[in-house]
């Protein structure tokens, strides 16, 4: 059974940061892409940033790029997601997920396994 367990949300101010991480178990990490998504209360589960299955490669949404950064750990089979210059609009609840299926790499249908996701608020 695949398991995504992420960690390391909270709340931070402004300007600050943090780091999530996404454990996987029941599946072997090294083989698959893994992505970030977030969904703010109310709206649709949006895109964060992904990172193709060696590390390789990586791509993010426009609304992050320059302060997160996505990585991955395989001796520790983790997802990691650093997040700097927070602003209230990262507020949400971000998720990992995992694929070994081609497609939109931005999609929610493209990811086959999810996490539970971690809160992140961040106020101004």
């Known amino acids: 059974q695949v398991q995504l367990v992420e960690s390391g949300g909270g709340s931070v101010q402004a300007g600050g940061s943090l780091r999530l991480s996404c454990v996987v178990s029941?599946?072997?990490?090294?083989?698959?892409?893994m992505a970030w998504f977030r969904q703010a209360p109310g709206k649709e589960r949006d895109f964060v940033a992904t990172?193709?299955?060696?590390?390789?490669?990586?791509y993010y949404a426009d609304s992050v790029k320059g302060r997160f950064t996505i990585s991955r750990d395989s001796a520790k089979s983790t997802l990691y997601l650093q997040m700097n210059s927070l602003k209230p609009e990262d507020t949400a609840v971000y998720y990992c997920?995992?694929?070994?299926?081609?497609?939109?790499?931005?999609?929610?249908?493209?990811?086959?396994?999810w996490g539970q996701g971690t809160q992140v608020t961040v106020s101004s």
């Open positions: 029941g599946r072997t990490f090294s083989t698959y892409r």
């Open positions: 997920a995992q694929t070994a299926t081609l497609g939109a790499v931005i999609s929610t249908r493209t990811y086959n396994y």
């Open positions: 990172i193709s299955w060696n590390g390789g490669t990586s």
